[in-house]
């Protein structure tokens, strides 16, 4: 199990930007997949963005079709965080962020591949 602590929620107004954070336990994080995933009221838990372990050829990274080429997931192996950038937000990206990290450094955006979970911050961003 990894300690995940999640960090830079908040309320913004549509179109404005929000930075997330997420710090990571253990000296192999470089090697997991690192994951982020957010939730909605009555809504299913859904996959946001995805950045692989070492191991791979250069970085892999996924993203859901709805927050392409406006979120940007990175990774400081040195101080063992995972940011989401997120621009031009919108209504519907309101919900609770979560970051996940997969050891077994799957590069995949399911979540059943995920071993350890955050707590989750919200996000609120109004019209």
């Known amino acids: 199990q990894v300690q995940l602590v999640e960090s830079g929620g908040g309320l913004v107004q549509a179109g404005g930007s929000l930075r997330l954070s997420c710090a990571a336990s253990?000296?192999?994080?470089?090697?997991?997949?690192m994951g982020w995933f957010r939730q909605a009221p009555g809504k299913e838990r859904e996959f946001v963005a995805a950045?692989?372990?070492?191991?791979?050829?250069?970085?892999?990274?996924y993203y859901a079709d709805s927050v392409k080429g406006r979120f940007t997931i990175s990774r400081d192996n040195a101080k063992n965080t995972v940011s989401l950038q997120m621009n031009s937000l919108k209504p519907e990206d309101t919900a609770n962020y979560y970051c996940a990290a997969d050891r077994k450094n799957s590069a995949s955006r399911r979540y059943s591949t995920y071993d350890s979970w955050g707590q989750g911050t919200q996000v609120t961003v109004s019209s």
């Open positions: 950045i692989s372990g070492s191991g791979w050829r250069g970085d892999i990274t």
């Open positions: 253990g000296r192999t994080f470089s090697d997991y997949t």
